[in-house]
C-alpha cells in the first residue's frame, strides 16, 4: 500500500499525474541506499518533473531547495518525483532500468496508462495496487472537487480550508494560480503534491465554484 494511491479525478485529468516512488527494504538493502536515492532524484531531475521530494527530510520547500534536498537524503528515506505525461514516465523507466539501482519502485496513475508506460520501457508490472476509496462518515468529506486536490497529499497534510483561500486569493487577483499551487504544496512534506495539476484545478474553481 502507498499513499500515493489516493488521488482522485477524471481521466483527462488523471492522465497528466504520475508519481514515482523509490525506497529501500527494511533490514534487506537500506545500508548504503542513500546514494542509490539520491542517484534515482538526479536521473528525476533531468526529466523536468513537477516536483520531487524526501518522506524522511521533507520537501524542496522546507529543505530551502532542490540542493539541500539532494545533500540530506539518508539512507532510510522514502524519494518521490511526480510527472505530467506519460511519454517521460516512459523515459525515466528506461533510465532506472538501465541505471539498476536495486531498490524497489512503485509507479502511481491510471492503471491502464501506467501498465502501457511499462511495456513500453521493456518492463512487466510485478503488482497493482488499488485505493479501496473512502469508508465510514464521508458526509463530513469536503466536496469531490476540493478532495480532487487535497488527495494529492497522499498524508492529507493540505486542508480544504487552505484550498478555499487559494481560490479566493484567485479571485481577488492576488495570487496567480500556479503561485496558489505551489502555497498548497509546501505542507505535502513527501512532495507528491503536483502543483501544474493544481494550478489547473485552481484555475477552474476560482471561475465556477
Known sequence: MTHTLHRLGSWNDLAG?????????????????????????????????????DARKGNA????????????????????????????????????????????????????????????????????????GRWGRTDKLPPREILEITNMCGHSMVPAQLVYKMIEEIRAGRRTAQAAAEELAKPCMCGIFNTKRAARLLAALATNL
Request: proline share 2%; aromatic share 6%; with cysteine.
Open 17 to 53: 499525474d504520475y508519481v514515482f516512488l523509490m525506497m529501500p527494504s527494511k533490514g534487506i538493502n537500506v545500508e548504503g541506499s542513500g546514494e542509490k536515492l539520491r542517484t534515482f532524484l538526479k536521473i528525476a531531475l533531468a526529466h523536468n518533473p513537477v516536483s520531487i521530494g
Open 61 to 132: 520547500y522546507y529543505q530551502g531547495g532542490i540542493d539541500n534536498l539532494l545533500a540530506n537524503v539518508e539512507d532510510q528515506a522514502v524519494v518521490h518525483a511526480v510527472f505530467d505525461n506519460k511519454e517521460t514516465v516512459v523515459e525515466m523507466l528506461k533510465e532506472l532500468v538501465k541505471a539498476d539501482l536495486g531498490l524497489s519502485v512503485v509507479v502511481s496513475g491510471i492503471t491502464s496508462e501506467v501498465h502501457e508506460a511499462c511495456r513500453a520501457a521493456g518492463l512487466e508490472r510485478h503488482t497493482v495496487e488499488h485505493s479501496l
